[in-house]
C-alpha cells in the first residue's frame, strides 16, 4: 500500500514568478518592421553609389546594424529582487537597484539613469527597457523596486 505525502504548500502560496518577456520588434511589429532592414540597405547603397565603390556601402550597412542589433535579435528581460537582466545573443547582462539612480517612463518603455540628475548626453549612456505584454505590470514592477530613485517626468 502506498501513501501520498502532501507538503502543505499549495499553488496559491507559492510566490509569483519574476516578469519575463521578449522583445524583438523585426518579429513582433510585422506591419512596420520591414522599414530597417529596407532602410539600412537603402542607406548603404547611397553610400556606395556616392563613393563609387561598394566597401563604404558595406561598412554604413555593418555601423547601421550593429546601431541597431537589439531591432534584429531576440532580447529577452527578467526582472526580479536582484536587479534587470537582459539575455541576448548568448550573454547576460545584469544591473542591479542599488546601481540605477532615476529612471524616466514613456511611451514604450522605461528608461534607467545611473545619476540622480541625468542630463540629455545621459540619455545615450541609459538602458532602456522596452515594455513587456503587460506594461502596467512591468512599470509598477521597476516602481516598486525602484523607491529609492528619482522618476523624471513622463514624456
Do not use: K
Not at 87 to 103: E, F, K, N, S
Request: with cysteine; hydrophobic share 45%.
Amino acid at each position: 500500500m502506498s501513501s501520498t505525502v502532501s507538503s502543505g504548500v499549495s499553488a496559491s502560496d507559492q510566490p509569483p514568478l519574476p516578469p519575463r518577456w521578449r522583445s524583438w520588434p523585426l518579429v513582433d511589429c510585422p506591419r512596420w518592421s520591414w522599414l530597417a532592414p529596407v532602410g539600412v540597405l537603402g542607406i548603404a547603397g547611397g553610400v556606395a553609389h556616392l563613393s563609387t565603390n561598394w566597401w563604404p556601402g558595406l561598412v554604413a550597412a555593418a555601423c547601421l546594424s550593429a546601431a541597431l542589433w537589439q531591432f534584429f535579435v531576440p532580447v529577452r528581460y527578467e526582472v526580479d529582487a536582484l536587479g534587470i537582466r537582459r539575455h541576448a545573443l548568448g550573454r547576460t547582462r545584469m544591473v542591479p537597484w542599488q546601481a540605477i539612480r532615476a529612471y524616466q517612463p514613456r511611451a514604450t518603455g522605461v528608461v534607467l539613469f545611473q545619476r540622480p540628475d541625468p542630463t540629455a548626453i545621459d540619455a545615450l549612456r541609459g538602458l532602456f527597457i522596452p515594455y513587456g505584454e503587460d506594461d502596467d505590470e512591468t512599470l509598477c514592477t521597476v516602481r516598486e523596486h525602484l523607491r529609492h530613485a528619482v522618476e523624471l517626468p513622463i514624456i
